[in-house]
């Protein structure tokens, strides 16, 4: 019944280690988002993607990239991780641009040491 | 800032009572949605509701809207110990020039419901 997949829950990396997020739906919704939330703040968002077309954030850092090979699975790459990369990384999916309702995943927490 | 604002930052209340939280934002909107996060976990929506709509409802959570004052309020009738959470408004405004759907976040609320 799970309908946005993300792997790892839980994921821990090294300072400068690349790591990569995992998301994937079973929706088969167009537009797939990821967002970065601190603790008690708001979900930011950080790019998305309307089929294969890609829409980076304004003020997403070149450290974040992102890659959708498919309809289903998109990722988030974090090139050289810091400190203050640690966060919980929400995916999320909207049926198109009609600005509907979005559907998360459970998050992946990220630990930098 | 184009997010949203919600107040209070923190609320806590007896299971049975009613929930009240606030919204404001800044600009035009195409609709408002409520979600709701348990701790650690993502996002689960809730409500929408349109810019030409005043109110609506779901089981036991009613959402007001008010455009002219860009306020949006939603209450949570006789609450219970599961309802404790963190809720957060979401507005989907007019970006000029772009067709593309986005929502901005408000910080949330951090409801919590004792039994």
């Known amino acids: 019944d799970a309908m946005v997949i993300q792997n790892p829950r839980y994921q821990v990396t090294q300072f400068g280690k690349p790591v990569t997020l995992s998301c994937s739906q079973t929706l088969n919704h167009n537009v797939m988002y990821w967002y970065q939330q601190k603790s008690s703040q708001a979900p930011k968002l950080l790019f998305h993607y309307y089929d294969k077309d890609f829409n980076n954030e304004a003020d997403t850092p070149d450290n974040f990239q992102s890659r959708r090979p498919n309809t289903s699975f998109c990722f988030l790459d974090i090139r050289s991780p810091g400190l203050g990369d640690a966060a919980m990384y929400l995916c999320?999916?909207?049926?198109?641009?009609?600005?509907?309702?979005?559907?998360f995943g459970p998050g992946t927490r990220l630990l930098v040491l | 800032s184009q997010q949203g604002e919600e107040d209070p930052q923190a609320l806590s209340i007896q299971e049975g009572e009613n929930a009240t939280m606030n919204c404001s934002y800044k600009t035009s909107i195409n609709n408002l949605q409520w979600y709701r996060q348990n701790s650690g976990r993502g996002l689960v929506h809730l409500i929408l509701?349109?810019?030409?709509?005043r109110e609506k409802h779901s089981g036991r959570l009613r959402v007001t809207l008010d455009t002219s004052k860009k306020s949006s309020s939603l209450l949570i009738t006789a609450s219970r110990a599961a309802d404790t959470a963190s809720y957060f408004c979401?507005?989907?405004?007019?970006?000029?020039?772009?067709?593309?759907?986005?929502?901005?976040f408000g910080r949330g609320t951090q409801l919590t419901v004792w039994p």
């Open positions: 509701i349109r810019s030409n709509e």
């Open positions: 979401a507005t989907d405004q007019f970006d000029r020039g772009s067709t593309l759907g986005r929502l901005y």
């Open positions: 999320a999916t909207s049926r198109d641009r009609a600005r509907e309702t979005q559907y």
